[in-house]
């Protein structure tokens, strides 16, 4: 079977901070047809503010999003395997073949050890793959800085759905995994998640330092994800 060619394809170069990346995770509102509708919003309100926002949907239907969206898809995770016998893993190659730009790593709810975030990463860096590896703390982040990833995004996991900001709840966590990973490798990009819901979370978490955020319930959940996002852009674009 061949594939039809991607609509666009995203350059790793464009991909800039502030960025907000949504985590479709398995939410019902975030599959399949609605994955599609989630990011073409998210796409609009990047053309119309020109914030750069990010979509991770199931690796099912990447291929789906990438092919409707000119904003960057992630994977929700990688495997860090090499093509082979691998039944039921996911494939670095096989997600940047559908479309993805980048993929997610260690996510609280898809943990690997270190060894396997390390490889990870690794593969990712050498499929090209832009690599967001998730942390539950500053101890944590720094070990993950040394690994040389694109980006870190900490999110304790306590905090993960409850509507509680960790910029608020916990902003010493922020600060000092933003000071922390900085000393090991300025080069890593800094987000936070957990608990975002508001504009006005997005903003307390780049006056701690951050580049952007990682989102899921907030804005995939939300009664008006365009409004919900919207809001998100203004908060970026006022700093």
């Known amino acids: 079977m061949v594939m039809r060619r991607l609509k666009s394809v995203v350059r790793l170069n464009e991909i800039r901070t502030p960025i907000v990346i949504v985590n479709f995770k398995t939410y019902a509102e975030g599959t399949g047809k609605k994955a599609v509708d989630l990011a073409k919003s998210a796409a609009k309100v990047s053309s119309e503010t020109g914030v750069c926002f990010a979509v991770a949907p199931q690796s099912v239907d990447v291929y789906a999003v990438a092919n409707s969206v000119d904003i960057p898809v992630f994977a929700q995770h990688i495997d860090p395997i090499t093509p082979g016998s691998h039944t039921g893993h996911v494939l670095p190659e096989a997600v940047k073949e559908a479309g993805a730009v980048g993929t997610l790593i260690n996510h609280s709810e898809r943990r690997l050890?270190?060894?396997?975030?390390?490889?990870?990463?690794?593969?990712?860096?050498?499929?090209?793959?832009?690599?967001?590896?998730?942390?539950?703390?500053?101890s944590v982040s720094a070990s993950a800085a040394a690994l040389a990833p694109n980006m870190i995004a900490v999110e304790p996991p306590e905090l993960i759905g409850t509507g509680i900001p960790v910029s608020k709840a916990q902003p010493?966590?922020?600060?000092?995994?933003?000071?922390?990973?900085?000393?090991?490798?300025?080069?890593?990009?800094?987000?936070?998640?957990?608990?975002?819901?508001?504009?006005?979370?997005?903003?307390?978490?780049?006056?701690?330092?951050?580049?952007?955020?990682?989102?899921?319930?907030?804005i995939v959940k939300a009664k008006d994800p365009y409004k919900v996002m919207l809001e998100f852009a203004e908060a970026t674009n006022k700093r």
Do not use: F, H, P, W
């Open 113 to 138: 050890r270190l060894a396997d975030i390390d490889a990870a990463v690794t593969r990712a860096r050498e499929v090209g793959l832009v690599s967001v590896v998730c942390t539950n703390n500053t």
């Open 172 to 218: 010493e966590v922020v600060t000092n995994t933003v000071d922390s990973v900085k000393r090991i490798n300025r080069n890593v990009i800094v987000l936070c998640g957990a608990g975002i819901t508001s504009g006005e979370d997005v903003a307390a978490a780049l006056k701690l330092g951050t580049q952007g955020v990682l989102v899921a319930s907030g």
